[in-house]
């Protein structure tokens, strides 16, 4: 599906950036990657371990969208990855995380459209859903965004979805290379924000897989939730540092204590498939049905029951300590 292709990755030098061009460049034979950010460090530091002739890296910002237009022209399809994701960040510095969760999403889609480009996926997070902090609300604000857009591009070109996935072994700024810096260090103890925690987890290799699927599942409007497992924190810390206590220091600023991705609001609109679950679009596309049965590969679906939720205390699939080692070490190779 990427041979011969021109692929725009926005916030192209993070960990999934990186992570989906080398799976693309291992697997496809692309036209074109090309890599859009605002640090020129990070670029550079890139170029050393991708330099692919059909490589391309481009300075600019999701807020600037006169760049954007220009920068896109050409593309074939786009993975929106650029955002500001520290919640405790967002929660104090709210105008900056809007400019480019929400404003960057609008350039975004204005540059996709004016292009013509084929397809778009943007990624998403568990706090998109029922969101208590800012960044979440200002990626289900993202989301809206580019459902939405399908009824812009009026059933033309591009479709635009979304994917939704919770937090990503070893990215940077996750809890994994925090707690192993913190015992490398010879910290007298991993803080614990509270012994009940839990959360999604998923490998960044099963992140860049599923959105590779999701281009060729994709009819447009829908938000595609993996099925992956759930850890609980204390199990976690336990997993990277069996030998040191663990200290209780409180829930930080914006965060929850367990994580959603598919609301019992939106039953209603939630498909079940073998593999993942998609959230339909609760307005009314004006080109085309909303019937979300049948996806563009033909997989079948089934609505969940009504009241149907997938929280990350309620999932039948958890992660012992043991779990989470093997998992973790293989996340990493």
Known sequence: MFDNKSIFITGGTGSFGRKYTKTLLERYKPKKIIIYSRDELKQFEMQQEFNAPCMRYMIGDVRDQERLVRAMRGVDYVIHAAALKQVPAAEYNPMECIKTNINGAENVIHAAIENQVEKVIALSTDKAANPINLYGATKLASDKLFIAANNISGGDRPRFSVVRYGNVVGSRGSVVPFFEKLRDSGASHIPITHPDMTRFWISLQQGVDFVLKNFERMLGGEIFVPKIPSIRIVDL????????????????????????????????????????????????????????TVNGLQERGKLVQPGFEYVSDKNPHFLQAEDIINFNRDAML
């Open 237 to 292: 810390a336990s997993a990277i540092a069996p030998d040191l206590p663990q200290k209780e220091v409180g829930i930080r600023p914006g965060e929850k204590l367990h994580e959603m991705m598919c609301p019992g609001d939106m039953s209603y609109n939630t498909y079940e498939y073998d593999d993942h679950y998609v959230i339909a679009p609760s307005i009314q596309f004006s080109s085309r049905s909303n019937d979300f």
